[in-house]
Antibody, heavy 120, light 107 residues
Framework: QVTLKESGPVLVKPTETLTLTCTVS??????????VAWIRQPPGKALEWLAH???????SYSTSLKSRLTISKDTSKSQVVLTMTNMHPVDTATYYC????????????WGQGNLVTVSS | DIQMTQSPSSLSASVGDRVTITCRAS??????LNWYQQKPGKAPKLLIY???KLQSGVPPRFSGSGSGTDFTLTISSLQPEDFATYYC?????????FGQGTKVEVK
């Protein structure tokens, strides 16, 4: 049974760095052609893909946020970590991690989400 | 980046209605188009992938079609549990992008 679970702060201050962890089970981060993506959703707004990393360590980042994002994985811990620097109030959103198949690019399993509020 | 435009942004429908949602890509994306359903407070759920393939466990009243730049999601007979927001997502480019969503509301 595939599951993903996000963990991280619920509140961060402007200019701080956000670190979110996605812990997966039911599959391995070393499984060929499989990866994990981060997607966010501001309250009442649409989904926005942020970044992803595949089992072969291939990474990709949103064009608009590339300078602020870093994604990494620890296969032994079954964890994928996303950091976002210089947080702003407009970054307030629910942050989801999701499994993605490299050949197809769709998100077949999702975590429950982690609501992050950016406020002083 | 490839822009995805959904229409309408919202619609009102009744149980039993046939509902169609459209998604248009700013570039040709072959059949690399996926559809998700999201209910309030929940994570999105994959319904359709590569334009027309039904994800396991999704009822057959959901169907998808299209290729190139124009795609549709159809619900053949709307059920009470289908009132939700629907998103399209392109996977042609690895800079993945979503549409802005279509909210299906009770008429």
């Amino acid at each position: 049974q595939v599951t993903l679970k996000e963990s991280g702060p619920v509140l961060v201050k402007p200019t701080e760095t956000l670190t979110l962890t996605c812990t997966v089970s039911g599959f391995s981060l070393s499984t060929p052609r499989v990866g994990v993506a981060w997607i966010r959703q501001p309250p009442g707004k649409a989904l926005e893909w942020l970044a992803h990393i595949f089992s072969n360590d291939e990474e990709s980042y949103s064009t608009s946020l590339k300078s602020r994002l870093t994604i990494s994985k620890d296969t032994s811990k079954s964890q994928v970590v996303l950091t976002m620097t210089n947080m702003h109030p407009v970054d307030t959103a629910t942050y989801y991690c999701a499994r993605v198949l490299q050949d197809d690019g769709f998100f077949d399993f999702w975590g429950q989400g982690n609501l992050v509020t950016v406020s002083s | 980046d490839i822009q995805m435009t959904q229409s309408p942004s919202s619609l009102s429908a009744s149980v039993g209605d046939r509902v169609t949602i459209t998604c248009r890509a700013s570039l040709r994306i072959s059949v690399y188009l996926n559809w998700y359903q999201q209910k309030p407070g929940k994570a999105p759920k994959l319904l359709i992938y590569t334009a027309s393939k039904l994800q396991s466990g999704v009822p057959p009243r959901f169907s998808g079609s299209g290729s190139g730049t124009d795609f549709t999601l159809t619900i053949s007979s709307l059920q009470p549990e289908d009132f939700a927001t629907y998103y399209c997502q392109q996977s042609f480019s690895t800079l993945w992008t979503f549409g802005q969503g279509t909210k299906v509301e009770v008429k």
